[in-house]
């Protein structure tokens, strides 16, 4: 079975580690603050200006003036700062971020993304993306792993306006977690429920597929 959004954040998650300065970019990895390991030390991130973002609020807590680059109202932790957008992109040109966590439309093989924008069609538009996948060495994309039509986004070349030249090296999508090497997807889990040949079939991009793929552990 296919994970959820939830799931996805959850698989991600795993990837923290304690001392990390994380920017969670808009949709799926806005949940990722809610999956943080109890007793980790991470700090997450967002190109507004809030350093130190919390969960997401319950009824009580929404202050509509605390809110993210997706503009998804959101708590601070303790020890938060509130800055200028200028000092915050700043943090992230400057190569002071462990870890990002983006959306994408399509990935491919040499660890190029398209995320912005979709010829026809009304996207939210490049935000911070940019200015993350040049500024940070280690990047996670979330995505679905095909369309609603059944198309792959996992493809030996995107076919939509670049984001970001060679700079993924990891996918959670929402069949399979995958790394990117040697002009190669390479699948080292399964969502589960989900078989080998279901990925296969859905990754149009070349795909390294050892004898044992393990299932995700949630």
């Known amino acids: 079975m296919a994970l959820t959004r939830e799931q996805i954040a959850m698989r991600v998650a795993r ?6 300065y994380v920017n969670l ?16 030390d991470v700090m997450l991130q967002s190109e507004n200006g809030l350093l130190g973002i919390g969960p997401y609020p319950t009824e009580v807590q929404v202050d509509a003036d605390m809110i993210n680059a997706g503009k998804a109202t959101v708590t601070a932790v303790k020890g938060a700062s509130i ?23 399509e990935v491919d093989v040499l660890g190029n993304i398209a995320s912005y924008m979709i010829p026809g069609r009304m996207v939210k538009g490049m935000g ?11 990047i996670i994309v979330t995505m679905t792993h ?3 039509h059944g198309e792959s ?3 030996n070349r995107c076919t939509l306006p670049l984001t970001g030249v060679g700079c993924i090296k990891k996918v959670v999508s929402d069949l399979a977690y995958v790394e990117i090497a040697d002009g190669k997807f390479w699948l ?20 390294v597929v050892p004898d044992v793929v393990p299932e995700m552990q949630f």
């Open 188 to 207: 080292k889990e399964r969502a589960p429920g989900v078989s080998v040949d279901q990925i296969v079939s859905l990754t149009k991009g070349e795909l």
């Open 146 to 148: 095909a369309s609603k």
């Open 128 to 138: 911070g993306a940019m200015d993350l996948v040049a500024g940070a060495d280690n």
């Open 25 to 40: 970019g808009i949709g799926i990895p806005t949940l990722v603050a809610n999956c943080v390991p109890k007793g980790m």
């Open 83 to 105: 800055v200028s957008s200028s000092d915050s992109f700043a943090m992230i040109r400057g190569g002071h971020i462990d870890l990002t966590v983006l959306g994408a439309f």
């Open 15 to 20: 990837e923290l580690q304690d001392g990390f």
């Open 153 to 155: 986004k996992l493809l």
